[in-house]
């Protein structure tokens, strides 16, 4: 079984127009995807499971929030908690058009 190779950039808490304005690069030069963490997995803390979560080929995450914990109604419990965390990945589109060409091309 091959493991998911976990996402290990850099995790910012501005918007993806300013992170690229600090980077002298354009948004359009990326591929912009939500990110979504509710829960976690077991063992880990709420950031590193968001991270396992984010497509590793992505250069940064922007616009980190931590939404806090999120109460619940359960059948089980009274009430369950939820820690929520959510973020836009910038995945560079020129590296992932590489990764799509078949080897040999380019």
């Known amino acids: 079984m091959v493991e998911k190779k976990i996402f290990s950039g850099a995790m910012v808490n501005v918007s993806a127009?300013?992170?690229?304005?600090?980077?002298?690069?354009?948004?359009?030069?990326?591929?912009?995807?939500?990110?979504?963490?509710?829960?976690g997995y077991s063992g880990s803390t709420i950031f590193e499971s968001f991270r396992r979560d984010v497509p590793a080929e992505a250069e940064a995450v922007t616009n980190v929030q931590y939404l806090g914990t999120v109460t619940g109604e359960s059948f089980f419990y009274a009430a369950r908690r939820l820690e929520v965390v959510i973020g836009t990945a910038l995945i560079p589109k020129r590296r992932r058009e590489e990764s799509d060409s078949p080897a040999g091309d380019g």
């Open 17 to 39: 127009s300013e992170y690229c304005e600090s980077r002298g690069t354009r948004l359009s030069d990326y591929e912009l995807r939500g990110v979504f963490m509710k829960g």
